[in-house]
């Protein structure tokens, strides 16, 4: 079973930047991230698939995906980060490349806990 760890979220004040991990216990496949605020539904944020980098049409110029495969790490770099990013953000993993995945949780397999990013203005 793989397990996925996320880490790196933080209280910040507006225009902050963070920088989140997701660590995976063994190879995971196809790794995203997504973020879920209170009261609202799950969003996929930003993907990554073999070198190409997939983002929410709002967060693209602010947020940045990579990928270290020698250490199944992916990681989120947050810039300018403002009030409304304030969300739990999600590290999520297939073993198949998900087609038009930020737009389909529902279909991968693998979920980290979660790790809170909070944003004050």
């Known amino acids: 079973q793989v397990r996925l760890v996320e880490s790196g979220g933080d209280s910040v004040r507006a225009g902050g930047s963070l920088r989140l991990s997701c660590s995976a216990s063994e190879f995971a496949g196809y790794m995203d991230w997504f973020r879920q605020a209170p009261g609202k539904e799950l969003e996929g944020v930003a993907s990554?698939?073999?070198?190409?980098?997939t983002y929410s049409e709002a967060l693209r110029d602010r947020f940045t995906i990579s990928k270290d495969r020698a250490s199944n790490t992916l990681y989120l770099e947050m810039f300018n980060l403002k009030p409304e990013n304030t969300s739990m953000y999600y590290c999520?993993?297939?073993?198949?490349?998900?087609?038009?995945?930020?737009?389909?949780?529902?279909?991968?397999?693998?979920w980290g806990q979660g790790t809170q990013v909070t944003v004050s203005s």
């Open positions: 999520a993993a297939n073993p198949c490349p998900v087609q038009s995945g930020l737009s389909r949780p529902d279909a991968y397999k693998y």
């Open positions: 990554y698939s073999r070198g190409t980098t």
